[in-house]
């Protein structure tokens, strides 16, 4: 599957680094931007990352970027699912083992620290740590040294931590789930990331830049929303915010094989192809028609706007609204000559 093209909106005087464009996050919200002036920030110091937001949200992307955007960048990213740590093996899935600590140790092996040595450690889903895995972890953060399992010697460790979770640790920390020391060490770098439906317009878009990833990996031509769907996205709650919309996206790309897509909200595919009212399937017609075109001319010209405007006889303005409108970027269509016509 090739890598989807990502991109990462920030305030001017923090665009420092030419990684940015490697990054997947996207928006344009005040909320978001805050969080990115964050991550910048963060990822200058080496410091542990306490991450916190709903499910969905883009916990990992986030700590991805505090790695790539650091010193560390050149060196492992080792993400554990804490929540599928075994409470019986977890000093060894953290730490490692020699040959022989238990029945199954039939030979060493490095645990997830050792793979991470240089770079950064991401804990996700910290709160589902048992307290033997809470109490292992807590005793690391105090010195960065470890012992392997069964072993005598205790080993540094050169690791960056960034820890993240969907649940608020300080109120588990108050019922007694969750130690208020670890959460202490663990928060030194707060980053508390918006949900979807507080960041505005940013969920269209992303629509338009999932849009934009599916048609490249499946080789489609490009594809938008209807304005109906558009005024939905705006309108819904996404309590599984960005992944929930990644993943209706997806599915709408993939069932619906006119150019212009209207979502279905109910998760039902059959009302999605419902007879439309004869405006509807009229305006459905005519923006299929004009984005077909458009693609096409743009496909014939290799992305020079200049020139298809010229072709279709239209004002150069007209067709770059009529561009955006579609989800069309020149870039999609041009060679490198043809990219700054």
């Known amino acids: 599957m090739p890598e989807p093209e990502v991109k990462l909106h920030m305030p001017a005087d923090d665009a420092t680094l030419a990684d940015y464009a490697r990054l997947n996050l996207i928006g344009d919200s005040p909320p978001f931007l805050e969080c990115v002036r964050l991550i910048c920030r963060m990822a200058q110091w080496d410091a542990t990352v306490l991450i ?22 050149n060196m492992p990213f080792i993400p554990v699912n804490c929540g599928a740590l075994p409470e019986s093996l977890v000093e060894s899935e953290l730490f490692g083992h ?32 048992g307290p033997r895995a809470q109490v292992a972890l807590l005793r690391f953060l105090q010195d960065r040294e470890y012992r392997p399992v069964g072993g005598t010697v205790v080993r540094g460790a050169n690791v ?62 490009p594809k938008t929303l209807d304005d109906a769907s558009t005024a939905w996205l705006l309108r819904h709650r996404w309590p599984g915010n960005v992944r929930e919309l990644e993943n209706l996206i997806h599915r709408q790309f993939l069932l619906f094989d006119a150019v212009v897509i209207r979502l279905a909200p109910g998760g039902d595919a059959a009302r999605a192809h419902a007879e439309p009212s004869f405006q ?16 096409a001319l743009l496909a014939r010209t ?17 067709l770059g609204k009529l561009m955006k ?17």
Request: proline share 2%; hydrophobic share 40%.
């Open 52 to 73: 916190q937001g709903e499910t969905g949200t883009g916990k990992e992307l986030a700590a991805r970027a505090i790695h790539y955007l650091g010193t560390r960048r």
């Open 98 to 129: 020699v040959r022989g600590a238990f029945t199954d140790a039939r030979e060493s092996r490095a645990g997830v620290v050792a793979q991470a040595e240089g770079g950064t450690l991401y804990l996700d889903e910290v709160e589902a740590m």
């Open 160 to 221: 960056r931590v960034v820890a993240s979770s969907n649940v608020d640790l300080a109120a588990m920390a108050v019922r007694g789930t969750f130690r208020h020391d670890l959460l202490f060490r663990l928060n030194v770098l707060p980053l508390d990331l918006p949900p979807l439906r507080e960041r505005g317009d940013d969920v269209v878009t992303l629509a338009q830049a999932f849009l934009h990833r599916f048609s490249r990996q499946y080789r489609q031509p």
């Open 280 to 295: 509807a399937a009229k305006a459905r017609a005519i923006a299929d028609f004009e984005s077909r075109y458009i693609a």
């Open 302 to 318: 290799r992305g020079n706007v200049s020139l298809a405007a010229r072709l279709s006889g239209k004002e150069r303005s007209r």
């Open 325 to 341: 409108k579609y989800g069309l970027d020149r870039a999609t269509f041009a060679d490198d000559e043809a990219a700054t016509a």
